[in-house]
């Protein structure tokens, strides 16, 4: 098949930005006049409309802008319940600990979502997957973590699968047994952690696309997530690491030796880590939303990032505790104000950077002849107005697999 040959379907008249360049404005990013051609839910044809092949079908995009379908690469979009009567208690001064030490926080969640149904956990997540669908996200991950003993995390990454049935959607699962310890090890985080290596993780392995653990003082020590992550690779699965989020356990670089797809938060991340992620190819995931609802004032080291080019995705971690946000566009209006990103980078972290974070760099993420065609389609004037309004969502259509 070559470039020229008649595509099922062709917009026309757009500008796109790719997100195969470096920078907005390195005309490696941008065509204008651009068309898109389609065969097969893949992309056949990028470029100049003037040089587009035939199409059966074609849809006239009147100078609007097509960016890839966006990605969210962090969330916990599926779980039981929600956590606002805490957000209460925190704004009359209770403190994110103290409601955890009280038996909220984490293991709250857990309870409502042990004590929900398969089918009431998709029915609770759809509103929100719906949220992010409606701002142009055509990939989305989801994370376990909140089942944390065998049959709820199978009940968890089982829903999380079946989002994709029900929307057109692709759905990238995690597995988060490592999230917090259930009250039944209580005191016995070792044991907690030979449990998920000997019974929950070969159990789960064909449910996930990937193991995620919390490295911190409130989740699980290095020592622990190196345990865990020598049985994911065992098992076949990469990993990816919540790390350096409260403090700096040096949780990154355990990840990057792992070779992890990611690591992700890293707001008390240090120059021996980010040398590590670069080294390995590692992601880093930002997740502004969190850093905005805890009111953290510790900012990621972007500069440092940055300068080892290091990938930086954003993500919105849709989670009913730390970032209660199902907007991706909003993400990337945090981070721009609260972090510094650039609109190039927020752009690149939603898209290439994101797909990256997932390990799905060869299917999505770009506008380029190959991958699935999954298109955003904005009523925009520049690719800045994504990232400069707040709660105005200017997508004209999404196109996922082609259609
Ligand atoms: N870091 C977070 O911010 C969330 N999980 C994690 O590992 C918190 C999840 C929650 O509070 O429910
Ligand atoms: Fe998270």
């Known amino acids: ?73 962090h969330t916990h979009l599926v779980h039981g319940g929600d956590r606002a009567a ?40 759809l509103p929100r997957l719906d949220a992010l669908i409606a701002e142009g996200v055509t990939t989305v991950e989801v994370k376990s973590g909140y089942g944390l003993d065998l049959e709820n995390e199978v009940k968890m990454l089982r829903a999380a699968r079946r989002l994709g049935g029900e929307r057109p959607v692709s759905v990238a699962t995690s597995f988060l047994g490592a999230h917090a310890l259930p009250p039944e090890f209580a005191g016995d985080a070792d044991g907690y952690i030979d449990h998920l290596i000997g019974e929950v993780l070969p159990r789960v392995a064909s449910l996930a696309d990937a193991v995620d653990g919390f490295c911190e003082g409130i989740g699980f020590s290095p020592a622990q997530i190196e345990r865990l992550f020598v049985a994911a690779k065992r098992s076949g699965l990469p990993v990816k690491l919540h790390a350096e989020q409260l403090s700096n356990l040096h949780g990154a670089a355990l990840a990057a030796r792992f070779g992890a797809l990611s690591a992700d938060h890293l707001e008390h991340l240090d120059e021996a880590g980010v040398a590590a992620m670069a080294g390995a190819g590692t992601a880093a995931v930002l997740l502004p939303g969190a850093f905005y609802f805890m009111r953290d004032t510790k900012v990621p080291p972007i500069e440092a990032l940055r300068r080892a080019g290091v990938p930086m995705a954003l993500a919105t971690d849709c989670n009913p505790g730390t970032s209660p946000l199902t907007s991706l566009l909003l993400a990337m209006n945090m981070g721009a104000t609260l972090f510094g990103l650039t609109v190039e980078e927020c752009l690149a972290g939603v898209t290439r950077h994101a797909a990256r974070a997932l390990g799905l760099q060869d299917r999505v993420g770009t506008l380029e002849a190959g991958k699935r065609c999954d298109l955003a389609i904005w009523d925009i004037e520049r690719p800045a107005q994504l990232v400069y309004r707040m709660g105005l969502n200017p997508l004209h259509a999404r196109v996922w697999r082609g259609s």
Do not use: H, K, N
């Open 1 to 73: 098949m070559t470039m020229r040959e008649r595509c099922e379907r062709l917009w026309t008249d757009a500008r796109l930005w790719t997100g195969l360049g470096t920078g907005l404005g390195t005309g490696l990013d941008l065509i204008e006049r651009g068309a898109i051609g389609m065969r097969g839910g893949v992309i056949a044809y990028v470029g100049p409309m003037a040089e587009a092949p035939d199409a059966e079908q074609v849809i006239d995009c009147a100078g609007r802008w097509i960016t890839p379908g966006l990605i969210d690469c």
């Open 86 to 125: 805490e957000f209460e208690m925190r704004l009359a001064g209770a403190s994110y600990e103290e409601i955890a030490r009280a038996g909220g926080g984490i293991v709250s969640t857990m309870r409502a979502t042990r004590a929900a149904s398969e089918e009431e956990l998709v029915a609770a997540a």
